[in-house]
């Protein structure tokens, strides 16, 4: 098992940035791929971006990339999503999640899920 908390979502006007956090616990964190999901009101879950185990490599949704940024800190079992230039359409629930896969964009790829942390992004 491995436990995830988010925390760092809130309110924010439109061109502003906020920094998700995720903190894991359980098994051996370098073990998985790690990525963040969004799901805005009435639409389903979607791939936001993923990071290796290593941390080297990073993959994005089309339309975060230049704004967003993926990192990991495997001394400290932590996952962030730094979010810059946010717009209102960025507005959702996100989710942390961790995958046996060293890289992965669908959900039926994640094992394991953090509870999720509301974005609101204001015009």
């Known amino acids: 098992q491995v436990q995830m908390v988010e925390s760092g979502g809130g309110l924010v006007q439109a061109g502003g940035s906020l920094r998700l956090s995720c903190a894991a616990s359980?098994?051996?964190?370098?073990?998985?791929?790690m990525g963040w999901f969004r799901q805005a009101p009435g639409k389903e879950r979607e791939f936001v971006a993923a990071?290796?185990?290593?941390?080297?490599?990073?993959d994005y949704l089309d339309s975060v990339k230049g704004r967003f940024t993926i990192s990991r800190d495997n001394a400290k079992n932590t996952v962030s999503l730094q979010m810059n230039s946010l717009k209102p359409e960025d507005t959702a629930v996100y989710y942390c999640a961790a995958s046996p896969y060293s890289s992965a964009r669908r959900e039926t790829q994640y094992e394991y899920w953090g509870q999720g942390t509301l974005v609101t992004v204001s015009s």
């Open positions: 359980g098994r051996t964190f370098t073990n998985y791929g």
């Open positions: 990071i290796t185990r290593s941390g080297r490599t990073t």
